[in-house]
């Protein structure tokens, strides 16, 4: 079945550091979101990429999908302590409803 | 901002035994789902649901699960034989044009 991968797992950065993570699916993607999971919390929506080649900011989020459509990124620039939790990418793969959510990728800040 | 709301927000069970989680969904919502997040591990869909009826599934929602809108603001989700496996973080989610996830029900099977 379709899979969707994220690299790193985990990172540890210092406030003011950026921070990157991949996205990578094993099958092309209609669209990829993005989501935040505070720890303790329930995954909150950031972001929805629909073109090859798309790159969307917010602040200091960068997000960019792929020419592909397999694979995406979301880039931090100047970590803060309010970035602290896991990422999670998620796409819809062909004609289907399921939104399969990414390995995420947990960010601890230490300021 | 609109919220969907789930109850309980903690439910420990007894292995074997039925649970059912609830949640309401946003009022002007269409499309239902539920997912379910082990603990440290990523979020997995389970179903999705579109005019009183599943519309996917995920080869995780077995014949021990099952949804059931019963009135025109609920969605459950029923779990009948518990097992210890099936604890975990339970989200549900609704949407019109991007997803909005409850807060979510721990479950523990004991």
């Known amino acids: 079945g379709q899979q969707v991968m994220q690299i790193p797992q985990y990172q540890h950065v210092q406030e003011g550091e950026d921070f990157t993570t991949y996205c990578n699916s094993s099958?092309?993607?209609?669209?990829i979101q993005w989501y935040k999971q505070r720890p303790g919390g329930h995954p909150v929506f950031l972001i929805q990429?629909?073109?090859?080649?798309e790159v969307k900011k917010q602040k200091r989020l960068t997000f960019q999908f792929g020419e592909a459509k397999k694979n995406s990124s979301l880039h931090i620039t100047a970590t803060q302590t309010t970035d602290v939790g896991t990422y999670f990418c998620a796409g819809f793969g062909g004609a289907t409803n399921k939104l399969i959510f990414g390995t995420g990728t947990l960010l601890a800040v230490q300021p | 901002e609109p919220e969907v709301t789930q109850t309980p927000s903690h439910q420990v069970t007894q292995m074997g035994q039925e649970v059912i989680l609830r949640c309401v969904p946003i009022?002007?919502?269409?499309?239902f789902y539920w997912y379910r997040q082990i603990l440290g591990q990523k979020v997995e869909f389970l179903v999705s649901f579109y005019n009183n009826e599943i519309s996917e599934k995920s080869e995780i929602f077995d014949d021990q699960f099952s949804v059931e809108r019963p009135d025109g603001s609920n969605f459950t989700l029923k779990i009948r034989s518990t097992k210890l496996e099936d604890s975990a973080m339970y989200f549900c989610a609704s949407s019109v044009a991007r997803q909005y996830f409850g807060p979510g029900t721990r479950l523990t099977v004991t």
């Open positions: 990429l629909v073109k090859s080649g």
């Open positions: 099958t092309t993607l209609s669209n």
């Open positions: 009022s002007n919502h269409l499309y």
